[in-house]
């Protein structure tokens, strides 16, 4: 079945703590992207990746890494974890932007305390 | 950069009651608008889209209008279902920023 599966579905952590949010595409997928929902802001870009040579910032950077080592993975990383990273996460994927069809996974709710 | 705001927030409608949503972007040369919808606990789904050579588009009961002289494009559900209960995302696309900038979101309840 053609996916993009996140991991984990929910998170709680503490300010500071690094962690790491996982995405992996079956569809081969050359463009990756991550957003955060946030209530009355819709979805914002966090990180995209046109192909595996090719990373880029979207509109909210800020706090975050992302890597893409190889073409199916796109990990989204925060170093140090602070409050306002508060929200949904989701990843999504398409075969060449977003001006095709995004697939999106289930999304990540993280907490930080 | 290009804006998208989208009406209304909330929407309540009888079951088997038509539905529209309105979204206004402000970068004239944006030229592909999808529609995503947005069902509890999953992530958003392409459910239609139009690109700006068309001025409307139907699949089923679902259809989606561009009008690019205002800057407006709106997505229009007939024969509403319990199923259709979900959060509805409009967004515009355009070649000089090469992204695709999303309105804050429709939560459309469908009551039976």
């Known amino acids: 079945e053609a996916q993009v599966t996140q991991n984990p579905r929910y998170l709680i952590t503490v300010t500071g703590k690094k962690l790491t949010v996982t995405c992996s595409q079956n569809m081969n997928h050359e463009y990756m992207s991550w957003y955060r929902q946030d209530p009355g802001l819709g979805l914002r870009q966090i990180y995209y990746?046109?192909?595996?040579?090719?990373?880029d910032k979207g509109d909210v950077p800020e706090g975050y890494k992302v890597s893409r080592k190889e073409k199916r993975n796109f990990p989204l990383i925060l170093e140090s974890p602070s409050p306002n990273q508060t929200s949904l996460y989701f990843c999504?994927?398409?075969?060449?932007?977003?001006?095709?069809?995004?697939?999106f996974g289930s999304g990540t709710q993280l907490s930080v305390l | 950069g290009e804006n998208v705001e989208q009406h209304p927030s909330t929407l309540s409608v009888q079951e088997g009651d038509s539905a529209v949503i309105k979204c206004t972007y402000s970068?004239?040369?944006?030229?592909?608008f999808p529609w995503y919808k947005q069902e509890l606990g999953k992530g958003p789904q392409l459910i239609i889209d139009i690109r700006s050579n068309v001025g409307e588009k139907k699949d089923q009961r679902i259809a989606v209008t561009l009008n690019k002289t205002a800057k407006h494009f709106s997505l229009h559900i007939t024969e509403t279902q319990p199923e259709d209960s979900a959060v509805y995302f409009c967004a515009a696309w355009g070649e000089y920023g090469n992204k695709l900038v999303f309105g804050a979101g429709t939560i459309l309840r469908v009551k039976s």
């Open positions: 999504a994927s398409s075969f060449g932007g977003t001006n095709e069809k995004l697939f």
């Open positions: 970068d004239s040369a944006s030229n592909y």
């Open positions: 990746s046109m192909n595996v040579e090719v990373t």
